[in-house]
């Protein structure tokens, strides 16, 4: 994103501030996650102290896909710490624990960052572009039809995630954070 010739950069915080980051132009996407492991999480992450409900109304997590290379912690890196689902799970959730703020998901391998939308001011976040994993949801589940809801992964966001690797180089920096939060 660039406006007036110059890249865009978006400053994000946790509930208390002191974590902070910058994440400089487009996101790869915006997506509402409604599959079962996003929606336990959230429901545990919603459970720790002082921690507030990241879920939608109809019970999604809004994620903002971000290349690694592309986020940057500028302070409170000290307050990031992991936790999975189950032990054998690839997947890592990070939690800023100053303010129990869900701050993203990391996919096993991944390039990218799913960086949860609450991590924006109020309103600020980019419009979500497509939902995900709604066939996760239970039968008869009613959705707004103001963006696609498909039942997986589309072929056009894995698209978008290869090009945005291939655009690093094939890259895929390692981040560095404390594991085993127990949640």
């Known amino acids: 994103m660039t406006e007036g010739g110059q890249v865009s950069e978006t400053q994000l915080q946790c509930a208390c501030g002191a974590m902070r980051a910058e994440v400089t132009g487009r996101p790869i996407a915006v997506t509402e996650c409604l599959c079962d492991s996003c929606r336990e999480a959230a429901e545990r992450m919603a459970r720790l102290p002082g921690a507030r409900s990241i879920l939608t109304e109809i019970g999604g997590t809004i994620c903002v896909e971000y290349r690694k290379d592309r986020v940057e912690f500028l302070s409170g890196h000290e307050n990031l710490k992991a936790f999975r689902l189950t032990p054998k799970s690839g997947t890592r959730r990070v939690i800023a624990t100053c303010c129990n703020t869900p701050v993203f998901i990391e996919a096993k391998g991944g390039h990218w960052l799913s960086l949860y939308g609450g991590l924006w001011p109020e309103g600020a976040h980019p ?52 594991e085993g939060l127990d949640i």
């Open 127 to 178: 419009p979500v572009q497509l939902r995900t994993m709604v066939g996760d949801l239970p039968e008869g589940t009613e959705l707004p039809d103001d963006v696609p809801n498909r039942k997986g992964h589309s072929a056009g966001f894995m698209g978008r995630l290869f090009l945005a690797w291939a655009a690093m180089g094939f890259r895929n920096p390692k981040l560095t954070v404390n």
